[in-house]
């Protein structure tokens, strides 16, 4: 199995990594490229990206039970963490074990995320959790 990042984008959706077999991660462009998600994405270097595809390499080995309490873990309710260092990618799973979402991304040297910044990513789950983002899949 070969899994890769990929970057091609279907209306606001950009499709950051997937193999066709198992797994997709996507996240909203959002309008002009504005999205919170969008912005911190494209702002990490391609070495910070590689660690990012790593996690989700090791996501993709077992997309309906991969855990790790330092790379990928459930952080409140249906939000996830995809860590890598300090940076942290609050996501969730629209079809669990296929379909991860990106919402919400930052940078953090402390482990335990602030009450803001827990609510800033539960923000951003309920404005994207009735988005349905197949289409950027099967399309």
């Not at 984008?9 to 002009?32: A, C, H, P, S």
Request: aromatic share 16%.
């Amino acid at each position: 199995m070969t899994s890769k990042a990929v970057g091609f984008t279907f209306m606001l959706t950009r499709v950051l990594y997937g193999d066709g077999k198992n797994f997709w991660f996507v996240i909203d462009e959002g309008e002009e490229r504005k999205s919170q998600i969008y912005k911190f994405i494209v702002a990490l270097t391609p070495d910070e990206w590689k660690k990012i595809v790593r996690v989700l390499d090791a996501i993709n080995t077992k997309p309906m039970t991969y855990m790790h309490q330092e790379k990928f873990k459930q952080l409140e309710g249906k939000i996830w963490e995809i860590k890598q260092r300090e940076i942290r990618i609050a996501c969730y799973w629209q079809i669990r074990g296929e379909l991860l979402v990106g919402v919400y991304g930052l940078r953090k040297k402390a482990n335990k995320w602030s009450k803001n910044e827990i609510d800033n990513a539960r923000g951003w789950y309920n404005f994207y959790k009735e988005k349905d983002f197949r289409g950027a899949i099967n399309g």
